[in-house]
């Protein structure tokens, strides 16, 4: 098993930037993709972006946050970011993250994830 730990949430205007990371523990197989979810109070949580942990790995993104989003990693760090860039309101949630051990093509379903984090909470006033 691993351990995930986010990181760099917070409250910020529309229209900035927040850079998200998520560090990693324990025996995190080269396989792994990495997934970041969201839930906002009253919803569903949600699919933002994912990223294989190897290398050649392919990326996936939520229709929302396309063109807006970045997801990154880090090997050496076993740490995997999201930057957010042109924040909206609608982008307000707890930001989770996630590992899915599926050695395949990075997957947009939660279900689907073996480890969570705790969440880290973004606010993007307007």
């Known amino acids: 098993q691993i351990q995930l730990v986010e990181s760099g949430g917070g409250l910020v205007q529309a229209g900035v930037s927040l850079r998200l990371s998520c560090a990693a523990s324990?025996?995190?197989?080269?396989?792994?993709?990495l997934g970041w979810f969201r839930q906002a109070p009253g919803k569903e949580r949600e699919f933002v972006a994912a990223?294989?942990?190897?290398?050649?790995?392919?990326?996936l993104y939520a229709d929302s946050v396309k063109g807006r989003f970045t997801i990154s990693r880090d090997n050496a760090k076993k740490t995997v970011y999201l930057q957010m860039n042109s924040l909206k309101s609608e982008d307000t949630a707890v930001y989770y993250c996630?590992?899915?051990?599926?050695?395949?093509?990075?997957?947009?379903?939660?279900?689907?994830?073996?480890?969570w984090g705790q969440g880290t909470q973004v606010t993007v006033s307007t």
């Open positions: 990223i294989s942990w190897s290398v050649g790995s392919s990326t």
């Open positions: 324990g025996r995190l197989f080269s396989t792994y993709s």
């Open positions: 996630a590992a899915d051990h599926y050695t395949g093509r990075p997957r947009p379903y939660s279900s689907t994830y073996d480890y």
